[in-house]
């Protein structure tokens, strides 16, 4: 433990013993303000049933369907519309107005159209949260390539299909990594309103259960894990950047 | 190799304005010959380059490289850029074969050729650096044999030490005449630098300003190595000086 871990843990710690105080005082009722011990105890509780990893299972299984599908489609055509105008020109107006609608508006028609999935339904609301960052960092990526490259590789013998592949994909990775980053965390983001839609499993889900049952205490257990595990995912890839972008060598 | 620039224009539309970069610039370049091309900025001398290269088109006029009429880039033309053009996700060695790959050659045999250009620059143990790691003067050797590599007959170059500090500049002009009399090149080099016009070439091609067009050529008959202060060497100098001098003082006018 050196100076710099002290620093990371000042402002959480300050924040628990804030909650701590607020609790013991009894200035709310739990429903306002669900007191520290409460949520411990039904944290221990919850993990100790394994409840809250079968939750956990179900919001990963969605989130990473959501997200795959958003990445198998997004870099390509991010991609692709970064390369060739004529292609920007087509899909552009149309994917910059439907990025505008959030996720959670796409509830009502995800429960018609995926009704009798458990991951279908939610995995597309994760799709439609995760798919525009990583296509719009993907075409920023792309167009960001600097012409030196694109015109040296021609005049050392690439055609046009392996300057994509060998020039433009690994020159742009940076931004598409970020994109996929950006992405997941908005897939993550999305859980809540991806599970409300009558699942038996999932984080979001047990949210917005226990919070028709006012169990606000069980509330607080869902969203802090949904933030622990996002804060997890980013560390993650950020690992993943850093190994993989290790030639950019800072 | 016989390279024959005829007739050639390149005009550019900007913003409505026409400007004429090349204004039926012809010349002939031989095999095996060491070109360099001065002139002031803005005359073109990119422009043409770029022509040859097959990365920009003639508004008129056409390049012929043994006869045939260059249209596209190609690997029998090589080209070193002025600035940093190394692949920064690739490490050296990959660099220095990505012609072979495109090209399709199998990864032990691309290796085998580029590990004998590394080891003609000395720099073996470089291999698998990435650019980054390396200094400019390395970058710009490693970017002449990845030119070099695919054995084009002619190699052009864009003031490819412009960017050197003049002692780097000195070592990497003495390195290129190395490679050159080893892998029997013809080189048509960019510079704006009369002093290593003349240290490198055997022909110096003056290009008047804007629009660029040929306006004397001087051969260099001395034997290599060169003595940059040789009496020789200061009177060329001193011609071609004069030569560029007297388009400054058009341009003044």
């Keep these: 433990m050196n100076a710099r871990w002290a620093y990371y843990l000042i402002l959480p710690s300050i924040f628990l013993v804030l909650w701590y105080a607020v609790s013991e005082a009894e200035i709310y ?21 394994g409840t809250l990893f079968q939750h956990i299972f179900w919001s990963v299984v969605r989130v990473i369907a959501g997200f795959a599908l958003a990445s198998l489609i997004g870099i390509p055509l991010g991609i692709g ?55 719009l960092n993907t075409i920023t990526g792309v167009k960001g390539v600097p012409i030196l490259f694109i015109e040296s590789a021609y005049t050392l013998g690439a055609s046009s299909r392996q300057i994509l592949t060998k020039v433009v994909l690994p020159a742009s990775m940076p931004n598409i990594l970020s994109g996929l980053r950006i992405g997941i965390g908005i897939g993550w983001m999305s859980l809540v309103a991806a599970e409300m839609m009558g699942q038996d499993y999932g984080l979001g889900s047990f949210i917005i259960v226990s919070s028709t049952v006012l169990r606000m205490d069980r509330v607080v257990v869902g969203m802090i894990t949904i933030g622990l595990l996002g804060f997890l995912m980013d560390r993650l890839f950020k690992e993943i950047e850093s190994s993989l972008l290790s030639w950019r060598g800072h | 190799m016989t390279l024959i620039i005829k007739n050639v224009s390149r005009t550019f539309a900007a913003k409505g304005i026409m400007i004429q970069a090349l204004d039926n610039v012809n010349l002939e370049v031989k095999d095996e010959e060491f070109i360099c091309i001065l002139g002031p900025s803005g005359c073109g001398k990119t422009t043409l ?71 003609l620059l000395d720099l073996e143990k470089f291999e698998n650096s990435y650019p980054y790691e390396l200094s400019g003067g390395m970058r710009q050797r490693i970017a002449i044999v990845r030119a070099i590599i695919n054995n084009p007959k002619l190699l052009l170059m864009d003031e490819p030490f412009g960017a ?24 048509l080099f960019i510079t704006h630098s009369v002093d290593e016009a003349v240290y490198l070439a055997d022909r110096i091609v003056v290009m008047s300003g804007r629009p660029g067009t040929v306006k004397e050529i001087f051969n260099v008959v001395l034997p290599r190595p060169r003595i940059r202060t040789s009496q020789e060497a200061n009177r060329i100098r001193d011609m071609i000086l004069r030569s560029l001098g007297s388009q400054i003082g058009d341009a003044a006018r």
């Design chain 1, 29 to 49: 009722p739990s429903y306002i303000i669900p007191p520290l011990g409460m949520v411990v105890r039904s944290f221990v509780e919850l993990i100790s049933t």
């Design chain 1, 81 to 135: 519309m970064g390369w060739s105008n004529s292609l920007m020109r087509l899909v552009e107006p149309l994917t910059n107005i439907i990025r505008q609608i959030p996720p959670i508006a796409w509830v009502p028609f995800a429960m018609i159209w995926f009704k009798a999935g458990v991951v279908e339904s939610s995995a597309f609301i994760v799709f439609i949260g995760a798919f525009f960052p990583i296509l």
């Design chain 2, 49 to 119: 380059l770029r022509v040859i290269a097959g990365l920009d088109k003639p508004t008129s006029g056409e390049i012929l490289l043994d006869g045939a009429r260059i249209e596209n880039p190609g690997q029998e033309r090589g080209m070193v850029f002025q600035d940093y053009s190394l692949f920064p996700w690739r490490t050296v060695i990959d660099n220095i074969a990505f012609g072979l790959e495109v090209m399709g050659v199998d990864r032990e045999k691309r290796y085998e050729r580029a590990r004998e250009y590394l080891k």
């Design chain 2, 164 to 187: 050197l500090d003049a002692q780097t500049r000195n070592v990497m002009q003495a390195e290129l005449l190395r490679i050159w009399e080893k892998k029997h090149k013809t080189i």
